[in-house]
């Protein structure tokens, strides 16, 4: 005989069981862990919000020095070519 697969874990509980066994905590107190500052947070309920886009955009900016993605990857494609394109002494 096989075992079923609930048997052979353990316990296997629904989506919704995990979610009413969750903890939840206040979201300020998530967001101060985190390091977003309470004005860049916009509480929805106690458990949840948005976070600002400023906020947002400052730590990419942030995290990349200063460029967007786009420009990021502009200079990568750009880089490529460079690196793959003959040079006019190899030519000759």
Same mark, same amino acid.
């Given at each position: #005989?096989?075992? @079923?697969?609930?048997?052979?874990?353990? !316990? *296997?509980?629904?989506? +919704?069981?995990? $979610?009413?066994? /969750?903890?939840? @905590?206040?979201? #300020?107190? *998530? %967001?101060?862990?985190? %390091? +977003?500052?309470? !004005?860049?947070?916009?509480?929805?309920?106690?458990?949840?919000?948005? *976070? =600002? /886009? !400023?906020? +947002?955009? /400052? @730590?990419?900016?942030?995290?990349? %020095?200063?460029? &967007?993605?786009? @420009?990021? &990857?502009?200079?990568?494609?750009? /880089?490529?070519?460079?690196?793959?394109?003959? &040079? *006019? =002494? &190899? #030519? $000759?």
């Amino acid at each position: #005989m096989r075992k @079923q697969l609930g048997e052979a874990v353990g !316990e *296997v509980k629904t989506d +919704i069981e995990i $979610a009413r066994a /969750a903890r939840k @905590q206040p979201i #300020m107190e *998530v %967001g101060a862990r985190l %390091g +977003i500052p309470p !004005e860049h947070l916009l509480p929805y309920g106690h458990d949840k919000a948005k *976070v =600002s /886009a !400023e906020f +947002i955009a /400052a @730590q990419r900016r942030r995290r990349t %020095g200063g460029s &967007s993605w786009s @420009q990021r &990857s502009t200079r990568r494609r750009r /880089a490529r070519a460079r690196r793959r394109r003959p &040079s *006019v =002494s &190899s #030519m $000759a």
